[in-house]
């Protein structure tokens, strides 16, 4: 508990980090499939950057409070945005088109804070004392203004990365799962929507068995070496 308590600032920090995230995420997908010819999601008032509008409890409160307790990065989903195919003009290629737009958004946003945290590299001979000592000992690790500000650009691009890969797995409610589901031909698709039932409880297997681990470890290891090298 001791621990959990000193670790909370930056928690907290990486929890707002991914309340950016899934906003950048979910308006992607709004945005997308308006351009493809829906605006469900206008008139639902999900296309903007309101975390509050997105807030689903299991994956953007329990999972991601769950991954913090464990010291993992932080990372889940938010509420789905709601899009109706038939309005799309390519009701089968579209789908798709949405769902690989969250992960892209936020690809960019962590290419763009990657290049921010590289600037900032750059100009201050201490950026690798302070990251390093922030990750390995976190809010007692290193003093002043600039390590929080740091943490905060590290834990965007992190938790972006994390976020685009983790969604690309295809299990639902996923967006990796809708991707599939465009591909399948119809009489497949009801099936593998049928699917979506099991996937919180795969979700938890794969945390439980640490394979979640396994593939994003080898994306969060490229990032530090990017900044730390």
Do not use: C
């Not at 945005?31 to 509050?52: C, F, M, Q």
């Not at 309005?87 to 798709?96: G, I, S, V």
């Not at 099991?198 to 681990?213: K, N, P, R, V």
């Amino acid at each position: 508990m001791d621990s959990l308590v000193a670790r909370l600032p930056e928690i907290v920090i990486q929890l707002l980090a991914f309340a950016v995230a899934i906003s950048v995420h979910e308006s992607a997908h709004g945005w997308v499939a308006e351009r493809l010819g829906d605006p469900t999601a206008r008139w639902l008032g999900r296309i903007t950057l309101n975390p509050l509008k997105h807030i689903d409890p299991i994956g953007t409160v329990l999972f991601p409070l769950m991954l913090a307790a464990v010291g993992a990065p932080i990372i889940g989903w938010a509420k789905p945005v709601p899009f109706v195919s038939r309005n799309l003009r390519n009701p089968r290629r579209d789908p798709a088109l949405v769902g690989l737009a969250g992960p892209a958004s936020n690809l960019a946003v962590a290419a763009v804070v990657t290049a921010v945290l590289l600037v900032v590299k750059a100009g201050m001979p201490s950026f690798r004392t302070v990251l390093m000592a922030m990750l390995q000992n976190g809010s007692q690790g290193a003093g002043g203004v600039a390590a929080p500000l740091i943490y905060l650009l590290f834990s965007l691009a992190m938790i972006n990365i994390v976020l685009a890969v983790f969604n690309l797995i295809p299990i639902p409610p996923l967006d990796g799962s809708h991707v599939v589901g465009a591909l399948l031909p119809p009489a497949l698709h009801w099936r593998w929507a049928q699917f979506e039932r099991y996937g919180f409880l795969l979700l938890i297997a794969l945390l439980w068995t640490g394979f979640l681990s396994v593939i994003l470890r080898p994306f969060v290891t490229g990032l530090l070496w990017i900044l730390l090298s």
